[in-house]
């Protein structure tokens, strides 16, 4: 079931989630309504924040579905490593219309858990280490806007406070 994306500036996406305790039913439904969501949108990542959930637990597949093993879900990851610079692109589900250039390690190794509760480390270069740390962010209430700073960042938060109070946003 596609579940609707928060926007910046809905509050859920602005705080701490929670770790998760355990993998009941209603996770599990979660986490299928999550990839679901992801692929309809469509985007590359999606973490529980951004669909009103504050647990720490996303899902990212940089193929979009074109690679059947591109599919990751992380339930309560942690950063082992990351090194090095990228400056790419980047935009969010939550941020629609809006793309700035992000600074991000080139490379980052997540550890965390799959949805059957094994453990997994899975080393990342490039896209997929840009997602890995997109998406780390939403679980720390931090959205890509948030990374920008001075004029960029202003620009893009007074578009938004305009198309809130146009009520399109
Ligand atoms: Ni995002």
Known sequence: MIRPILKYGDAPLHE??????ELTPEIDR??????????????VGLA???????LRLFVVDVSVGRDSGGLMVFVNPE????D?????EEGCLSVPGFNAT???????????????????TVEATG?????????????????FVDRL??????????????????GKW
């Open 79 to 82: 950063f082992v490593e990351r």
């Open 16 to 21: 701490k989630a929670r770790p998760v305790d």
């Open 102 to 120: 992000v600074v991000r390690p080139m490379r980052a190794v997540l550890r965390g858990f799959d949805r059957e509760w094994q453990q997994r």
């Open 30 to 43: 979660l986490i299928d309504d999550m990839i679901d969501t992801m692929y309809a949108a469509p985007g």
């Open 127 to 143: 896209l997929l280490a840009r997602a890995f740390q997109h998406e780390m962010d939403h679980l720390d209430g931090t959205v």
């Open 84 to 88: 090095g610079t990228q400056l790419e």
């Open 48 to 54: 529980a924040p951004q669909v009103g959930v504050a």
């Open 149 to 166: 700073r001075g004029i960029k960042r202003d620009l893009i938060v007074r578009k938004i406070r305009k198309l809130t109070r146009a």
